[in-house]
């Protein structure tokens, strides 16, 4: 018996997962502007990594709790010690590929001026525009005795400098707006730019003239951001929105929890920077290039511009769901037959006509829906308004502890209220993460319904960049159980008794066990059967992962496609020799959860908003929905075959936790791309007669605009 543990640390398993990010960025397969954003992703996903998870950790530790990790049991040092030494290597990593990024961009006509390499004529052209663009803007600082260290805002860049003073050594820091332009582009047929940070850096002597300059430096300090409601309003009967606002500026001023600078960690300012913000050196980190790549969406932008249209990826036309027809009643189509959407290859319209139907039928007579992440202008929350300001009743959950969106939650809760929708803020100590919208109609029939069941988010934005798959039903089981579920939202209890929904806390848990079992009976009531095909997010729930274990050790074939975080470790003899784990990061973020069990030849096919995590089985409302339609059922059984033989944007977990190339015999080229080929293919086969095409687009207009007739709109949902 193999005494090797099937377990992995779940901060250093999404280490790993940012890591496959960035070999997307190294990858010569990638076009180069495609490759830069990877980078900007890649350090994003780093930032928000260091606010919430590492400076959790700091909070456990500083709190001297004792809360090991319940996977691995690693305390909250030791997993830190951990996440520092990888982060040092992938710094690193990321240092050499930038590098090179910036260099292939260079020889494609994007330039960035490195004011540091100026000619002499050039660098007084260029200090004469810092002079009269930049310098009146910059707040200088001398920190010493009399002037004490300024409070540092999250992830901005600064300039530090070493100055030489008859008095002594003093740190002279300059502080620029985080409201003005950080990159500045300059006329020309190519792309020309530089960055603000390398400016102030270059002239920063100018700002000294009494001062000698011993040593220069850009910095940036990410702060923990780790704040849940819970830590505001346990008690306390407050308004959630207010609880909200003050945990939003509460965040800003949280304590540091990285460093970095283009010095080395052995510089003087880099010493100096960490005794003051109370950092250790193994939370300094030297980053070479732009310390703020989040500009780098600005210089993406422009290329496109600027047509740079050959180092991106080729466009793809996302299509209408195939077999829907958008000039007959979307409603009257979904009462003969169920739809899948498979975002982004199918696009969000057929939610936004659906909502727009109903706001301009008269028989629509209430609409509910959950709204976690929505975009910053939303054609949901629009038609939600319009759809009360008519009289309809609507009731819209507003997740506001969806984090890092609860200033924009905030905001539209705000406004559906005010339009006289009946507005859920979510479940004491449970966020509601579940993803549906329910229609309601009277007909001369009786009440019918139409509904939708997704797993991705109703944001327009991330339609069009995440994997996710809906279903369009009429099916009155799927009607009622939402019914239920938003019953239980405004009564702010469980109470179960749902037909076919699967509800967390409790019931997604209980019925994945249940379902795993099944498997395990198979394998020992007839030597064979047992399969599972489970994608998803993350895996990090102890309990299934165990549970998951004793199936491969009955011979159950389990294979998990996890794009990002998983705690177990495949392939391990003995143990889980009989899973397989496979990671697609690819051009679009693979977004949706599947799970499918074959059941003795009785498959079982469900859709969910849930991850395998324990936050999502026992913390969160979330749904997990069997899907009714066989055709729907082989369609999707299809995308996860092909994401599992994917050899081009896929790795598969080796026994040591770390992860290769796939490598399969008829492999599939790009999952990706095939499925929106084969999306592509089904809207073709399936589309109506094209006769009188050219009207579609006027007929949708005239529908927005009847939508809005009489009705006296903020301009802030004005309808462009």
Known sequence: ??????????????????????????????????????????????????????????????????????????????????????????????????????????????????????????????????????????????????????????????????????????????????????????????????????????????????????????????????????????????DYRSAMQRIIEKRRRLMPVRLETNLSSSSEIAKDLAKRLGLTQKQVFTRRGPLDMSVMWTLVDAAKAKKFTDYFYKDIKSVYVPGLQREGSIHQQIRAKDFLIIHPYINFDAVLDLLREAVLDETVIAIRQTLYRVSSHSEVVKYLVAAAEKGKEVTVLVELKARFDEENNIEWAAMLEDAGCHVIYGRDFLKVHAKLLLITRRSPKGIQHTAHVATGNYNENTANLYTDVGILTSNEDIANDIILFFRELGMDYTSGGYRLFHVSPDGIRNKVYELIDNEIKCMEMYGRGGHIIAKMNSLADKGIIDKLVEASQAGVKIDLIVRGICCLKAGVPNLTENIRVISVVGRFLEHSRVYWFLSGGDEKLFISSADLMTRNLDRRMEVMCPVLDRGIIERIKSMLFSLMRDTEKGRIMQPDGSYARLVVEDGCKNAQMAEYQNCLNDYKQQMPHKKMTFLRPVRRRIGQALIWLGHKISPTYRID
């Open 1 to 238: 018996m193999s005494t090797t543990s099937p377990y992995i640390n779940r901060e250093l398993s999404w280490l790993d997962f940012n890591a496959r990010v960035l070999e997307e960025a190294e990858s010569l397969d990638n076009p180069i502007l495609e490759r830069l954003k990877f980078l900007s992703i890649f350090c994003s996903n780093l930032d928000e990594f260091f606010m919430v998870r590492v400076g959790g950790l700091f909070d456990q530790a500083l709190a001297k709790l004792d809360s090991e990790d319940k996977i691995t049991e690693l305390s909250p040092k030791q997993q830190l010690d951990s996440i520092f030494e990888k982060t040092v290597n992938m710094v690193a990593q990321y240092n050499s590929a930038q590098m090179t990024v910036f260099s292939a961009l260079d020889q494609i006509g994007i330039h960035r001026i490195k004011t540091g390499k100026l000619s002499e004529n050039r660098a007084d052209v260029f200090l004469t525009e810092f002079n009269k663009t930049i310098r009146p803007l910059i707040s200088v600082i001398i920190v010493d005795g009399k002037h004490p260290f300024p409070y540092l805002p999250n992830k901005a860049v600064f300039i530090a400098a070493r100055l030489k003073h008859k008095s002594g050594d003093k740190l002279g820091l300059m502080l620029f707006p985080e409201s003005t332009s950080k990159i500045v582009f300059r006329d020309s047929d190519d792309i020309i730019f530089y960055l603000a940070e390398d400016m102030i850096k270059a002239f920063a002597p100018e700002m000294f003239t009494k001062m000698e300059v011993a040593e220069i430096g850009k910095f940036r300090v990410t702060r923990n951001a780790d704040l849940e409601l819970e830590d505001e309003i346990v008690g306390s009967e407050e």
